[in-house]
């Protein structure tokens, strides 16, 4: 049992699931719990895919929890177009895992309001999708939300341009609200967003090396494939969530600076995270921005990932 308590809160695509597999890879905090939420796929996709591969990577054992829907302001989410192509219809490159398990009746915000009471310093929540769970949480009970120990969250950009708009990164678009009300809360938090995800690069040679792991390692492989072939302007993919979550258990991975942040919510530029300028609103800058990481990172994803499938492999086939 690890003093560190792991909580990701995830929209269950394609490189959610490597950010899964490198949680359990690097082993370093004990991952106690996944929340889903919509974004890359709907929120029950991102439940069932959780689930299937947690236990395709022999942890059928940690609990998955049903997140929002659809975002803070509207009444229902479609999965784009975009989404679709880059982690196929399934979220998981159309590839099929056995379904596995069933999701805990305790709703994903009320979870991580749980584990914050529990664990308080020692949780670490990384997000990797929409900030609807977040917000609602932090909304249903700010003085619980602000125990937990460290939040990373994947998404936005600031010193470059967006992913589904010039402006904006998918995870803050999908839901710009919820992402304003986390950021402006006021509580430390580290931004991993395309300004250093962009710069860490998967090939399909690196993720060719966990292909012939076993059943996991085949599955890992063929779903990332999927991904990597789909990029359109590179043959390779950015490791956006994997990086969060080596950041959250390596602080030595990036260099940031303090902002107060916040995010513009309508008009053209909505999904924008943008740094307040004003004195007032400025002062306490409580958002670590990352905009440099170590060239560590990519060689050191890959190789725990690999050691990782090579156990899982010894340990389904004795
Ligand atoms: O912009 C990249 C992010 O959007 C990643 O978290 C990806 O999984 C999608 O959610
Ligand atoms: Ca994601």
Redesign the pocket.
Known sequence: MMTRKLLLD??T????AM?ITYALADGSADLIGVTCCF??VTNQTAVRNTLDLLSLMGHPDIPVFCGAEHPLNEDSFEVSEG?LR??GQNGLGNVTLPHVGKASDIPAPDFILKAAQKYGPDLILVA???MTNLAAALRKDPETFSKIGKIVF??GALTVEG??TPYA???IA?DPLAAKEVLESGLPMTMVG?DV?HKNLLTRKDAGRWERHGKAGKALFDIVAHYIDNELEQKSC?L??PL?VAVALDETLIETHPFAMTVITEGEAAGRTVARSFADQCRNKNVSVALETSPRFVPEFVGKVEAFLTETEKNTTD
Do not use: P
């Open positions: 995830m929209d695509g394609i490189d959610d950010a974004g890359n989404c880059i982690h990797t999708g929409a994947m998404g992913n589904v990164e998918a995870n999908v395309l995800t950015s956006h969530d969060a």
